[in-house]
C-alpha cells in the first residue's frame, strides 16, 4: 500500500530482524512490556486512587507522587522502548490496526494528562474537587490504553 | 476418569465455549487480567521495592504495607479468577503448554513464600519500621522474582503451540 514505506523500512531495522529471530524474542519483550506496564501504570493508579481519596489517604497525593515519579518514569521509560520493538517487528500489519491506533490516541492524551493536569492536581492546593476529577480521568485514560493494547491481538 | 477426557469435559462446558468462541469475552476477560496485573503489580512492586529499602523510605516500612494490603488481595482476587476464567475456556492446549506448568508451579512458589514470610515479614510490617531485616530483603527480591516469572510464563504461554 502507499505510505508503507516507511513501515516497511522499520521491519528491515536490525532490531526488528532481532526481535523476528529468534522465538523466545517476542514474548520476552512483551514480558518486559508487561512489567513495565505494572511499574508506570501501576504506580500512575496508586496516585489516582489517592486523588480519589480511596487508597493511602494517611500521605498527601503530593508527597506520593514525588515518591513514586521516579517508578512511574522508570516503567515509562520500559514501556517507550519494548512497545516500540515489538511494533516494529510487524509495523505494517499494527499500522493498519484499530486497536493499536485507538491505543496510540489514547496513550498520546494519557502522557499529555499525565505530565500537565495529573501533576498539577496533587498540589496541596488544588481543590478536591478537581483532584478528584483528575483521578478520574488519569484511570479513565489509562485503562483506554491497556484495553486496546489489549485488543490488538484480537482485531 | 483420565485427565484428558476431565479436560474435555471442561471444554464442553458453557462457560468454556463461551469464552472461547464468542468474540468478545476472551478479549474482555484478557483486558481484566492485564489491568488487575496493572494495579495490583503496581502495589506488590513498590511494597517489595520499599521492603529492600531502595523507594519511598520517607515513610516507614507499616506505613506503604499495611495500606496497600487491601489493594493487593482485590487485586490478586482480580487477576487470579480472570486467570482462571482464561483457563478454564482452553484447558487441553494449557495442559500440552510447558509454559503453563512453569507458571503452576510459580504460583505453587508463591503459596509457600506466603507460608514462610508472611507472619515474619507482610503482617509485621511494624517491627521493621525500626530496621529492615535481612529475611524482610530476602522475601521483596524472591517475590519480584517469583512474580516476574510468573508475567514471563503467563506471555509465553501465548507462544507455546
Known sequence: MQGDSFFEWLMTTPWAKAMNGPEWAFPVVESLHFIGLALSVGTIAIVDLRLLGIAMVRQSSSELAADLDIWTRIGLALMLITGPLMFSANAVNYHHNPSLQFKMACLSLALVFHFTMHRRATHPTTPSLLAKFAGLVSLALWICVVAGGRMIAFV | ?161
Open chain 2, 1 to 161: 476418569m483420565n485427565t484428558v477426557s476431565t479436560l474435555e469435559w471442561v471444554e464442553r462446558t458453557n462457560l468454556s465455549t463461551a469464552i472461547r468462541e464468542g468474540a468478545l469475552l476472551y478479549p474482555i476477560i484478557g483486558g481484566f487480567h492485564v489491568l488487575a496485573i496493572a494495579l495490583f503489580g503496581g502495589m506488590l512492586v513498590m511494597t517489595d521495592l520499599r521492603l529492600l529499602g531502595w523507594a519511598m523510605q520517607r515513610r516507614t516500612v507499616s506505613e506503604i504495607l499495611e495500606p496497600f494490603r487491601m489493594w493487593k488481595r482485590a487485586g490478586f482476587v482480580l487477576v487470579a479468577s480472570s486467570g482462571l476464567l482464561l483457563a478454564w475456556a482452553e484447558p487441553l492446549k494449557l495442559y500440552r503448554s510447558t509454559s503453563f506448568w512453569v507458571k503452576v508451579a510459580l504460583l505453587a512458589s508463591v503459596g509457600v513464600h506466603a507460608l514462610v514470610f508472611r507472619n515474619g515479614v507482610y503482617q509485621n510490617a511494624k517491627a521493621l519500621d525500626a530496621r529492615l531485616t535481612p529475611r524482610a530483603k530476602l522475601a521483596a527480591a524472591l517475590s519480584l522474582i517469583l512474580w516476574a516469572g510468573l508475567v514471563v510464563t503467563g506471555r509465553l504461554i501465548a507462544f507455546d503451540a
